[in-house]
C-alpha cells in the first residue's frame, strides 16, 4: 500500500511539471534566401548573420528576451528591440543593423 501512494505522489508531480514546461517556439535555426539566420538556443543566446540590404554580412550573437511579441536581442552596439510574428514556420522580425539602417526579414524554421 505504501507503494503504490509513492507512486501515485510520483506520477501527480510528474505530470504537475511536465504540464508547466512550455518550449518557446523560436528555439531553433532560422533562415531565409539571402544568407540572414539567426539562431535561437534554450539558454537564452543567439548567434545571428544578417545580410542587410546593400549586400553586407554583419554578424551578431548575445542573450535574447521575449515578451509577449517583443523581441530584445543584446548585441555589441546595444540592443536591438523589434515586433516579431510568426506564422507557420516564417518568422517575420525587422533588424536594425549597426548603420540603423533596418533589414525585412521573412525567415524559413530550418532546424530545432
Wanted: proline share 3%; charged share 15%; with cysteine.
Amino acid at each position: 500500500m505504501k507503494k503504490l501512494k509513492i507512486l501515485f505522489i510520483t506520477a501527480i508531480l510528474t505530470l504537475f511539471f511536465a504540464g508547466c514546461y512550455s518550449p518557446n517556439p523560436l528555439y531553433g535555426k532560422w533562415s531565409d534566401n539571402f544568407g540572414s539566420t539567426i539562431n535561437f538556443f534554450p539558454d537564452n543566446t543567439y548567434s545571428a548573420s544578417i545580410v542587410s540590404s546593400a549586400g553586407v554580412k554583419e554578424e551578431y550573437d548575445g542573450n535574447f528576451s521575449v515578451i509577449e511579441n517583443v523581441i530584445s536581442f543584446s548585441t555589441e552596439d546595444g540592443n536591438v528591440v523589434t515586433e516579431w510574428d510568426l506564422r507557420g514556420s516564417i518568422l517575420y522580425i525587422t533588424w536594425s543593423d549597426s548603420n540603423k539602417q533596418t533589414v525585412q526579414l521573412s525567415l524559413f524554421h530550418v532546424s530545432k
